[in-house]
């Protein structure tokens, strides 16, 4: 989307996720470093900007931070859609 200059895109929930390497070089940690501040403060401070998708979000960032973070053998991070506890 950035390279296209995209502000929105639909896609169908039914189509499978195909991650490609030029997917996993995405560098996601600079990407939150840089975009996580600016979204924080319009979030805290009343914004028109809230939406529905908050679930999804947070499911987003869970798995964003199981990858920085490896988590202790035995432990199962998921998800809160998938009805198991997040540890």
Do not use: F
Request: contains cysteine.
């Amino acid at each position: 989307m950035i390279d296209q200059q995209l502000e929105s895109m639909e896609v169908d929930d039914d189509e499978p996720v195909n991650i490609t390497p030029c997917d996993q070089r995405w560098d996601l940690v600079q990407i939150l470093q840089k975009s996580l501040p600016s979204l924080r403060n319009e979030l805290a401070h009343g914004s028109s900007m809230l939406t529905n998708q908050v679930l999804g979000t947070i499911e987003l960032v869970a798995e964003i931070l199981s990858q920085i973070y490896a988590p202790d053998s035995g432990a199962v991070v998921s998800g809160t859609s998938q009805g198991r506890q997040s540890v």
